[in-house]
């Protein structure tokens, strides 16, 4: 079936190290692709996107690479903080107003 | 910024009781989303409203129903509580045309 989904559930990176969290992808329809962060006890919180007719996109630290070749999504945390220290989903929407459809996340876990 | 509320942020409730969980949006967003999470299953759609008393049906709507009287509010109703309705309620809102949704802080609901 089609899904969104991670391929690893928990990372642990040293601080200052570059952390990359991936996500595998089945609907090649979708055309927008969004990072959440969702740190404890709160709700998730937008990160970066990234439309389909892109393949690169840079934000402050963060760098989302979309290989739709090969339905791989990921993101990118430059010099990694204990702040980062967090669950990242990603999500994908397909056409038309619909809803995202989450992948089931990543635990980020930074090592001082 | 947008901001969405949610009324409880913690709430037990015994089995069989009808519970109501209240969700607002001050960005005067067309659509509005409830998710429930759950450890290693991520975000599931329970049910999604395009407008004022309109409703879709998500992936897991069983044993839930929902109300949307004002564009602001969209309550989520567990009309006889199970004990595997235990999980972290997530709402969100977008407007339409776009892809983003915003979060609710999340209300973490135990039935006993």
């Known amino acids: 079936g089609e899904s969104v989904g991670l391929h690893l559930p928990t990372l642990s990176v040293q601080e200052g190290d570059n952390s990359i969290i991936n996500c595998a992808y089945s609907n090649s329809a979708s055309d927008y692709f969004i990072w959440y962060k969702q740190e404890s006890g709160k709700g998730p919180q937008f990160i970066i996107d990234?439309?389909?007719?892109?393949d690169k996109r840079q934000g402050q630290r963060v760098t989302v690479l979309l290989n739709k070749t090969v339905k791989h999504l990921s993101l990118q945390i430059a010099a990694t903080q204990p702040g980062d220290s967090a669950v990242y989903f990603c999500?994908?929407?397909?056409?038309?107003?619909?809803?995202?459809?989450f992948g089931k996340g990543t635990r980020l876990s930074v090592i001082a | 910024d947008v901001k969405v509320t949610q009324s409880s942020r913690y709430l037990v409730k015994r089995t069989g009781e009808k519970v109501f969980l209240e969700c607002v949006q001050d960005?005067?967003?067309?659509?509005m989303f409830w998710y429930r999470q759950d450890p290693g299953l991520g975000l599931r759609l329970i049910y999604f409203s395009y407008d004022v008393k309109m409703k879709e049906k998500g992936d897991i709507p069983e044993g839930y129903s929902v109300s949307r009287e004002k564009k602001e509010r969209f309550s989520l109703i567990l009309e006889s509580a199970s004990t595997n309705q235990t999980s972290m309620y997530l709402c969100?809102?977008?407007?339409?045309?776009?892809?983003?949704?915003?979060f609710g802080p999340g209300t973490r609901l135990t039935v006993t």
């Open positions: 969100a809102s977008r407007s339409s045309g776009t892809y983003e949704q915003y």
């Open positions: 999500a994908e929407a397909r056409t038309g107003n619909t809803p995202l459809v």
């Open positions: 990234i439309r389909s007719n892109m």
């Open positions: 960005m005067d967003h067309e659509n």
